[in-house]
């Protein structure tokens, strides 16, 4: 079945640097939605990509959908202490056709050290 | 909008007792689907449903483990018996139905605790 891995399991940064966490695909994916949870809580929707390539930004984090739609990945530009979390990337394959089938990645968790 | 409303928030039961979580999906959102995180498993999707029907149950763990839809307006996710290993964070989600090329935007639930001692 799809696989969806993560990299680095864990990063520990101090406020102030970036942060980058990268998703690998096993199988082509036809978008990719990432997620944030905060400690204790439950997985909040960030963004979708849709498009080969494809690069959106929101303040300070950066999301880029690879060309071969098999990878993405999340950057943080200067990290807060709000920024602590795990994020998860989720994608759905693209040859299963109609429904909603989301695979989670395995998550990547950063803290933030003062 | 009160968002996907989970219960119970926690339970910690005994090992072969039956466990009942309970979900409401957001009104209008077509989609429900019931993940299950653990440490050592991440979050898993065991199974989702399309206008109340059973779509893709390939995650449920074992027969110990059902899920049923009887309207628009609720879920449960039922184990029977319960045992130790099945301890994680339950969590409901419902979206949009999604097209055939994209995938909606889930909402979550604030998640089941289950113990199971």
């Known amino acids: 079945g799809q696989q969806v891995m993560q990299i680095p399991q864990y990063q520990h940064v101090q406020e102030g640097e970036d942060f980058t966490t990268y998703c690998n695909s096993s199988?082509?994916?036809?978008?990719i939605q990432w997620y944030k949870q905060r400690p204790g809580g439950h997985p909040v929707f960030l963004i979708q990509l849709v498009k080969s390539g494809e690069v959106k930004k929101q303040k300070r984090l950066t999301f880029q959908f690879g060309e071969a739609k098999k990878n993405s990945s999340l950057h943080i530009t200067a990290t807060q202490t709000t920024d602590v979390g795990t994020y998860f990337c989720a994608g759905k394959a693209r040859l299963t056709g109609g429904g909603n089938k989301l695979t989670f990645g395995t998550g990547t968790q950063l803290k933030v050290e003062l | 909008d009160a968002g996907v409303i989970q219960s119970p928030r926690h339970e910690v039961t005994e090992m072969g007792q039956e466990v009942t979580l309970r979900c409401k999906p957001i009104s209008g959102h077509n989609s429900l689907f019931w993940y299950r995180q653990t440490m050592m498993r991440g979050l898993e999707l065991l199974i989702y449903f399309n206008n109340n029907v059973p779509i893709d149950d390939s995650g449920m763990p074992e027969d110990r483990f059902s899920a049923k839809m009887p309207n628009a307006s609720f879920s449960t996710l039922k184990i029977q018996p319960s045992e130790p290993r099945d301890s994680a964070v339950y969590f409901c989600?419902?979206?949009?139905?999604?097209?055939?090329?994209?995938?909606?935007?889930?909402?979550f639930g604030a998640g089941s605790r289950l113990t199971v001692l």
């Open positions: 199988t082509t994916l036809s978008n």
């Open positions: 989600a419902s979206s949009p139905t999604g097209g055939i090329s994209g995938a909606n935007v889930l909402t």
